[in-house]
C-alpha cells in the first residue's frame, strides 16, 4: 500500500506536463510510511505543476538511517538537489563547511523573516546572517495517542492526561491489551522520555537542563522524579515488540494497544486508515499535563551545485516550499503544523486545531535537535532504549544522562 | 645499503615484480595508508568532517565508559566464542559423516553449503520471521493447540545473542564442513590402511591422527571464522537492529552509528581502530604460526 502510493504519485510526476526550461531536481527524504508520502506527493504534484521536475529520492528506515546516507553523498561529491534534514544541528556543519546553498535572496524576495511564525524555525536555519534552509512543517513530539475504543470497551473514561493514563494501565493489561506501545528504536525511547519530561516535570525544568544547560538541574530530584515516572512508564511497555514507530501506531489504531507516545506525524497514520480524531482517537499534546509544544520539524537544505539553471531550479523550489498553497496541501496530508501563520488551515481536524491552538498561544520550547548536537542525541538515544528495554535503576540512569549531556556543553 | 648478494636477488625475476607495483601500490595506500590515517584522526575531536585538533586519548577514555560499546564487547566475546566452537565442532562433525562414503554425498553437500550462499541480510531476515512469536515457530506450535509454549529469543535481552547464534550456525557451519571436507579427502588413504592394521577404533583414529594432521585446515577456518565474527554487522541489523534496548549490539554497529548518525567521526574512529587491533591480535598469532613456524621446521 505504501509502495503503491509512492509509485503512484512517481507516475502522477512523470505524466504531468513539463514546460521548455524544465530542470530536474533530485530530492531526497526519509517520508515512506503512508501519511508521510501522501504528503510528499502533494510537494511533487506542486512542483511539477511549474514546469520543473522532482525526482523523488526517499530514502526509507527513517531518519537515522537516512542522514547518514544524504551525508554521505553531500560530502562525498554526489549532493542531490535539495534534501530534508530536521532543522537544528544536523546540517550545521555542512553548511559550516559551505557545502549549503545560501538562500538569502529567495527568503528577503518571498519575506519569508515576517511569514514564518514561530520566527526560531527561521532561527534555526540562520548562520552569520545568512540563511540556509526552508523549513516546511513543525513537528512536536510530545503528544500522547490514545484508542478510545479500549476504553470504552472496558468501561472506563478516556484518560484526559499523562496520571490517568497510567493509573488506568492496570485494568487496560488485565485485558491483555498492551498499555504502551513503543518501537524498538533509540530515537523512540529518548522520544518518550523527552515528552515525559515535559509532561512530568514541565516546562521550566525542561528549559533549564535543555536550554539553559544548568546541570544541577539535571542531576536534581526534580529529574529524578521525571526519571522514575519514565521507569514506571517502560513497564507498560514491556511487551510491545515492534521496530518501527509507524509500527507501534499500528498497534494502537488497531487497539492492540492503549496508546501511545509519539510526535504529531502519528495523526498521518490515523488518517490513512480512516480514524477520525475524537471519536476513534485522541490526542493530548504535552501529554495532557502541560499544553506545549516543541517547533521540532523538518526543513530542506539545498547542497551547491555546480549547474547556474539547477541551482535557479533550486531557488524556485524553495520559494514554493514555504508558499502558502503547498503549505496547506503538504500539512494537512502530514498531520503537521504549518510554518506560517497567515494560511487558512479550517479544514485541519481536532488534533490539527489542538496544536494550531498552543502554536497562537505561544507555548513553544525548541527540541531536542536544535539545543544539542547529534552526538549528544546519539547517546541519549543509546542511554534510553537501554534503560526502557532493561531494568536499569532510574537514579543510575540519571548519573550517566548527566555525563551525556556534559559531553555536549 | 643492500649486499650485491641482496642486489641481484632484488632484480631476480623483475618482470614479476613490476606487475605486482600496482597491487603493492594499492595495498599501500588503502589499508596501509587510510588505516593509518584513521587511528591518528581518532586521537582528534573530528565531528562531521575530519578536523586535525588532537585531544589525546579523549576519545578512548569516553569509548571505555560508553556503556553501549562494552556491551558490544561482551556480546562480541560471548557470541564469537560459542560460534567458533559450535560451527568447527559441527562443521567437522558433518564432515566426518559426509565422509563415510555415503550414497547421495552430493545432495547432502549441497544442501549444507546452500546457507552460505544467501548473504547475512537474507538469513537475519528468514531468521527474523521464523523467530517472531506471531507469525514463527512459537504462534505455530500454539497453533496446533499447545498454548502455553514461549519461545521468542529476540524479544528477550537474555536470550537475543542465542537467537542470533542459531542463524549464524545456520548460515557458517555449512561452509565451515566444505573446507573440513577438503581437509579429510587430502588425507592419505594409507593412513587409514594403516591405522586399520593396527586395530585403532575409527572414532580414535580421526582425533589422535587425522585432526592433527588437518592443523592448518583448522587454523584457516580458526582464521577466517574468527575474522567474520570481528566484522559481524549485517546480520545484527537484519535480525535485531542490536535490540532489545542495546542487547545485541555489536562493535561494527558502534563505529558506524558513531561516524555517521552521531556526527563523531573522532569517536568512530576510535572504535574502529579498536577493531583494527582485535583483528590483528587474530591475525599476527595466525601468521606467526602459519609463515614463522616453516622458517623454522
Same mark, same amino acid.
Given at each position: 500500500?505504501?509502495?503503491?502510493?509512492?509509485?503512484?504519485?512517481?507516475?502522477?510526476?512523470?505524466? !504531468?506536463?513539463?514546460?521548455?526550461?524544465?530542470?530536474?531536481?533530485?530530492?531526497?527524504?526519509?517520508?515512506?510510511?503512508?501519511?508521510?508520502?501522501?504528503?510528499?506527493?502533494?510537494?511533487?504534484?506542486?512542483?511539477?505543476?511549474?514546469?520543473?521536475?522532482?525526482?523523488?529520492?526517499?530514502?526509507?528506515?527513517?531518519?537515522?538511517?537516512?542522514?547518514?546516507?544524504?551525508?554521505?553523498?553531500?560530502?562525498?561529491?554526489?549532493?542531490?538537489?535539495?534534501?530534508?534534514?530536521?532543522?537544528?544541528?544536523?546540517?550545521?556543519?555542512?553548511?559550516?563547511?559551505?557545502?549549503?546553498?545560501?538562500?538569502?535572496?529567495?527568503?528577503?524576495?518571498?519575506?519569508?523573516?515576517?511569514?514564518?511564525?514561530?520566527?526560531?524555525?527561521?532561527?534555526? $536555519?540562520?548562520?552569520?546572517?545568512?540563511?540556509?534552509?526552508?523549513?516546511?512543517?513543525?513537528?512536536?513530539?510530545?503528544?500522547?495517542?490514545?484508542?478510545?475504543?479500549?476504553?470504552?470497551?472496558?468501561?472506563?473514561?478516556?484518560?484526559?492526561?499523562?496520571?490517568?493514563?497510567?493509573?488506568?494501565?492496570?485494568?487496560?493489561?488485565?485485558?491483555?491489551?498492551?498499555?504502551?506501545?513503543?518501537?524498538?528504536?533509540?530515537?523512540?525511547?529518548?522520544?518518550?522520555?523527552?515528552?515525559?519530561?515535559?509532561?512530568?516535570?514541565?516546562?521550566?525544568?525542561?528549559?533549564?537542563?535543555?536550554?539553559?544547560?544548568?546541570?544541577?538541574?539535571?542531576?536534581?530530584?526534580?529529574?529524578?522524579?521525571?526519571?522514575?515516572?519514565?521507569?514506571?512508564?517502560?513497564?507498560?511497555?514491556?511487551?510491545?515488540?515492534?521496530?518501527?514507530?509507524?509500527?507501534?501506531?499500528?498497534?494502537?489504531?488497531?487497539?492492540?494497544?492503549?496508546?501511545?507516545?509519539?510526535?504529531?506525524?502519528?495523526?498521518?497514520?490515523?488518517?490513512?486508515?480512516?480514524?477520525?480524531?475524537?471519536?476513534?482517537?485522541?490526542?493530548?499534546?504535552?501529554?495532557?499535563?502541560?499544553?506545549?509544544?516543541?517547533?521540532?520539524?523538518?526543513?530542506?537544505?539545498?547542497?551547491?551545485?555546480?549547474?547556474?539553471?539547477?541551482?535557479?531550479?533550486?531557488?524556485?523550489?524553495?520559494?514554493?516550499?514555504?508558499?502558502?498553497?503547498?503549505?496547506?496541501?503538504?500539512?494537512?496530508?502530514?498531520?503537521?503544523?504549518?510554518?506560517?501563520?497567515?494560511?487558512?488551515?479550517?479544514?485541519?481536524?481536532? $488534533?490539527?486545531?489542538?496544536?494550531?491552538?498552543?502554536?497562537?498561544?505561544?507555548?513553544?520550547?525548541?527540541?531536542?535537535?536544535?539545543?544539542?548536537?547529534?552526538?549528544?542525541?546519539?547517546?541519549?538515544?543509546?542511554?534510553?532504549?537501554?534503560?526502557?528495554?532493561?531494568?536499569?535503576?532510574?537514579?543510575?540512569?540519571?548519573?550517566?544522562?548527566?555525563?551525556?549531556?556534559?559531553?555536549?556543553? | 645499503?643492500?649486499?650485491?648478494?641482496?642486489?641481484?636477488?632484488?632484480?631476480?625475476?623483475?618482470?614479476?615484480?613490476?606487475?605486482?607495483?600496482?597491487?603493492?601500490? $594499492?595495498?599501500?595506500?588503502?589499508?596501509?595508508?587510510?588505516?593509518?590515517?584513521?587511528?591518528?584522526?581518532?586521537?582528534?575531536?573530528?565531528?562531521?568532517?575530519?578536523?586535525?585538533?588532537?585531544?589525546?586519548?579523549?576519545?578512548?577514555?569516553?569509548?571505555?565508559?560508553?556503556?553501549?560499546?562494552?556491551?558490544?564487547?561482551?556480546?562480541?566475546?560471548?557470541?564469537?566464542?560459542?560460534?567458533?566452537?559450535?560451527?568447527?565442532?559441527?562443521?567437522?562433525?558433518?564432515?566426518?559423516?559426509?565422509?563415510?562414503?555415503?550414497?547421495?554425498?552430493?545432495?547432502?553437500?549441497?544442501?549444507?553449503?546452500?546457507?552460505?550462499? !544467501?548473504?547475512?541480510?537474507?538469513?537475519?531476515?528468514?531468521?527474523?520471521?521464523?523467530?517472531?512469536?506471531?507469525?514463527?515457530?512459537?504462534?505455530?506450535?500454539?497453533?496446533?493447540?499447545?498454548?502455553?509454549?514461549?519461545?521468542?529469543?529476540?524479544?528477550?535481552?537474555?536470550?537475543?545473542?542465542?537467537?542470533?547464534?542459531?542463524?549464524?550456525?545456520?548460515?557458517?557451519?555449512?561452509?565451515?564442513?566444505? !573446507?573440513?571436507?577438503?581437509?579429510?579427502?587430502?588425507?592419505?588413504?594409507?593412513?587409514?590402511?594403516?591405522?586399520?592394521?593396527?586395530?585403532?577404533?575409527?572414532?580414535?583414529?580421526?582425533?589422535?591422527?587425522?585432526?592433527?594432521?588437518?592443523?592448518?585446515?583448522?587454523?584457516?577456518?580458526?582464521?577466517?571464522?574468527?575474522?567474520?565474527?570481528?566484522?559481524?554487522?549485517?546480520?545484527?541489523?537484519?535480525?535485531?537492529?542490536?535490540?532489545?534496548?542495546?542487547?545485541?549490539?555489536?562493535?561494527?554497529?558502534?563505529?558506524?552509528?558513531?561516524?555517521?548518525?552521531?556526527?563523531?567521526?573522532?569517536?568512530?574512529?576510535?572504535?574502529?581502530?579498536?577493531?583494527?587491533?582485535?583483528?590483528?591480535?587474530?591475525?599476527?598469532?595466525?601468521?606467526?604460526?602459519?609463515?614463522?613456524?616453516?622458517?623454522?621446521?
Amino acid at each position: 500500500m505504501k509502495n503503491f502510493k509512492l509509485a503512484a504519485g512517481l507516475l502522477l510526476s512523470v505524466a !504531468l506536463p513539463s514546460g521548455a526550461f524544465a530542470t530536474d531536481l533530485e530530492i531526497t527524504h526519509w517520508w515512506t510510511s503512508g501519511g508521510e508520502a501522501a504528503a510528499v506527493a502533494e510537494f511533487a504534484k506542486a512542483f511539477d505543476a511549474t514546469g520543473d521536475k522532482w525526482v523523488d529520492g526517499a530514502i526509507a528506515g527513517g531518519g537515522d538511517t537516512a542522514r547518514p546516507v544524504m551525508i554521505s553523498r553531500i560530502t562525498g561529491g554526489d549532493p542531490m538537489a535539495a534534501t530534508q534534514f530536521n532543522h537544528g544541528q544536523q546540517a550545521m556543519e555542512l553548511v559550516e563547511a559551505g557545502l549549503m546553498l545560501d538562500l538569502t535572496d529567495v527568503a528577503t524576495a518571498e519575506g519569508w523573516k515576517d511569514k514564518v511564525f514561530p520566527p526560531s524555525l527561521l532561527d534555526a $536555519c540562520t548562520l552569520d546572517g545568512k540563511i540556509y534552509c526552508a523549513p516546511v512543517n513543525i513537528h512536536s513530539p510530545e503528544w500522547l495517542w490514545l484508542n478510545n475504543k479500549v476504553y470504552t470497551d472496558l468501561g472506563l473514561p478516556v484518560p484526559a492526561n499523562w496520571a490517568e493514563f497510567v493509573a488506568s494501565a492496570p485494568q487496560v493489561e488485565a485485558a491483555g491489551k498492551v498499555p504502551l506501545a513503543l518501537g524498538n528504536q533509540p530515537w523512540q525511547s529518548n522520544l518518550a522520555f523527552g515528552a515525559i519530561t515535559v509532561g512530568v516535570g514541565g516546562l521550566d525544568l525542561w528549559k533549564k537542563v535543555n536550554v539553559d544547560k544548568d546541570m544541577d538541574a539535571a542531576a536534581g530530584p526534580e529529574m529524578a522524579a521525571v526519571f522514575q515516572a519514565a521507569a514506571d512508564a517502560r513497564k507498560l511497555a514491556a511487551k510491545s515488540t515492534v521496530q518501527d514507530w509507524n509500527q507501534a501506531t499500528n498497534m494502537v489504531i488497531t487497539g492492540e494497544a492503549a496508546g501511545q507516545i509519539m510526535g504529531d506525524w502519528a495523526q498521518g497514520e490515523f488518517a490513512v486508515a480512516g480514524k477520525v480524531a475524537g471519536t476513534d482517537y485522541t490526542c493530548l499534546p504535552g501529554l495532557g499535563m502541560n499544553a506545549y509544544l516543541s517547533t521540532g520539524g523538518d526543513a530542506f537544505y539545498f547542497p551547491k551545485l555546480a549547474d547556474p539553471e539547477k541551482e535557479a531550479a533550486q531557488k524556485r523550489l524553495a520559494a514554493l516550499l514555504v508558499s502558502p498553497e503547498a503549505q496547506v496541501a503538504f500539512n494537512l496530508k502530514k498531520g503537521s503544523l504549518p510554518i506560517r501563520g497567515d494560511i487558512d488551515m479550517s479544514t485541519a481536524n481536532d $488534533c490539527m486545531k489542538k496544536g494550531l491552538e498552543i502554536l497562537a498561544s505561544g507555548n513553544l520550547l525548541p527540541t531536542g535537535d536544535m539545543v544539542w548536537s547529534p552526538d549528544v542525541q546519539t547517546q541519549a538515544g543509546d542511554l534510553m532504549v537501554e534503560f526502557w528495554k532493561t531494568d536499569m535503576s532510574a537514579a543510575d540512569a540519571q548519573a550517566k544522562w548527566v555525563e551525556i549531556l556534559k559531553t555536549g556543553l | 645499503m643492500a649486499t650485491p648478494a641482496r642486489k641481484s636477488r632484488v632484480f631476480r625475476n623483475l618482470n614479476a615484480k613490476i606487475a605486482a607495483v600496482p597491487m603493492i601500490f $594499492c595495498s599501500m595506500v588503502v589499508f596501509l595508508g587510510f588505516s593509518i590515517w584513521t587511528v591518528v584522526y581518532s586521537f582528534t575531536s573530528s565531528k562531521l568532517l575530519p578536523k586535525a585538533n588532537f585531544v589525546g586519548f579523549d576519545q578512548y577514555e569516553r569509548l571505555w565508559s560508553n556503556s553501549r560499546w562494552l556491551v558490544s564487547i561482551e556480546n562480541l566475546m560471548v557470541f564469537g566464542s560459542l560460534s567458533l566452537i559450535f560451527t568447527i565442532v559441527m562443521g567437522f562433525t558433518l564432515a566426518v559423516l559426509m565422509d563415510q562414503k555415503i550414497r547421495f554425498e552430493d545432495t547432502f553437500r549441497t544442501i549444507m553449503l546452500y546457507p552460505f550462499a !544467501l548473504s547475512f541480510i537474507v538469513t537475519g531476515l528468514v531468521w527474523q520471521w521464523v523467530l517472531n512469536p506471531d507469525f514463527g515457530i512459537q504462534g505455530i506450535v500454539r497453533g496446533w493447540g499447545w498454548e502455553s509454549f514461549a519461545f521468542d529469543p529476540l524479544n528477550n535481552p537474555k536470550l537475543v545473542l542465542y537467537g542470533l547464534l542459531i542463524a549464524a550456525l545456520w548460515q557458517g557451519t555449512g561452509f565451515v564442513m566444505a !573446507l573440513m571436507l577438503a581437509g579429510l579427502r587430502g588425507i592419505d588413504e594409507d593412513i587409514w590402511k594403516a591405522t586399520r592394521v593396527d586395530g585403532i577404533p575409527t572414532w580414535k583414529t580421526y582425533i589422535v591422527v587425522i585432526i592433527p594432521m588437518m592443523r592448518p585446515v583448522f587454523i584457516t577456518t580458526l582464521v577466517l571464522v574468527a575474522a567474520g565474527i570481528i566484522k559481524l554487522y549485517d546480520l545484527v541489523i537484519a535480525q535485531t537492529s542490536g535490540g532489545p534496548g542495546n542487547a545485541s549490539q555489536v562493535p561494527a554497529m558502534y563505529v558506524y552509528s558513531y561516524m555517521f548518525q552521531a556526527q563523531n567521526l573522532g569517536q568512530g574512529f576510535a572504535a574502529s581502530t579498536m577493531m583494527l587491533l582485535s583483528v590483528l591480535i587474530v591475525l599476527i598469532p595466525w601468521a606467526y604460526l602459519e609463515f614463522g613456524g616453516k622458517k623454522h621446521g
